[in-house]
């Protein structure tokens, strides 16, 4: 896969299950991220909600390094 | 990997790329195994198009046009009728032997066939059951492939466990079940494979055993309890369990 210069990729995966047949208590669900190819961590959560919240901050990371490899970039540029 | 092949052209995925020709094993360049590995994982015919944008996602399309071409004449050139092409479609040859598919076609009966299957309760199957597809590749087209087998071969590693147990081969069904653990340490069904066929071989404490590891995992990971189903698997009462954990 072709990559451009500081530009970050990256790819959830959500394995879910649910125990039992019960969706209530039995929600599992494995987060796995993948940022540039790379498998970088995996966690289990038990809500929607908290899915949800690991995969805005997933979201919120891979933004906050593409800010910062995007501010770092222009810098090396202007040198 | 254990599958064996027909003479010729063989295709394995599982564990990692390898192409094996009536020559031996053959050298493929990084690009041309993502070409061969992406049409080997369809099952049908796919358009030059989805083909370019899957594995050329971040340039422009006739620039993905071109590596295509460029690509395909690499593979032909190296690998001989690899892969049969149309002026719009490109798919693997029909006599290219695919892991993936033999052992999908495995897992299938494993889960589905009313026969005994007993061709397929070998430890063969049980280690090709054990790998996924191209581990250490992280394009979104084959996330998407290597989850989709990764948990058809969870389900019929315990449905081989449960099969086992009923043969009486209890030592190879406690082996499938963990295999189903080790792919997913927090399934409970997994676990269960694994007591039941501890209890089938008369080994109840080898399934306290196992039911204590299942509760540690979900306790570290999630901080819950097994299920009061699985709970009730174990001949044990909880003051002779808590001696276990």
Sequence with gaps: ?79 | METSFPAGLALGLLSGFRLTTGAGRTSVVPGAQRLIALLALQERPLSRACVADALWPSGRPDRAGANLRSCLWRVNRRCGPLIETSAQHLSLADDVAVDVRAVSRQAHRLLEDPDPCEDCLTAATLADLSLDVLPDWYDEWVLVEREQFHQLRLHALEAMSGRLVAVGRYGAAVDAGLAAVRAEPLRESSHRAVIRAHLAAGNDWEAARQYVRCCRALQRELGIEPSPALRRLVPFRDSTLVLLR
């Design chain 1, 1 to 79: 896969m072709e990559r451009t210069r500081g530009h970050q990729e990256g790819v959830t995966v959500l394995r879910a299950w649910v125990e039992r047949g019960d969706p209530t208590t039995g929600l599992r669900v494995r987060i796995i991220r993948v940022a540039d190819g790379e498998r970088s961590l995996t966690t289990v959560e038990t809500t929607i909600d908290a899915v949800c919240a690991a995969v805005r901050v997933w979201l919120l990371e891979l933004l906050a390094d593409e800010a910062a490899d995007t501010a770092g970039g222009g810098a090396a540029e202007q040198e």
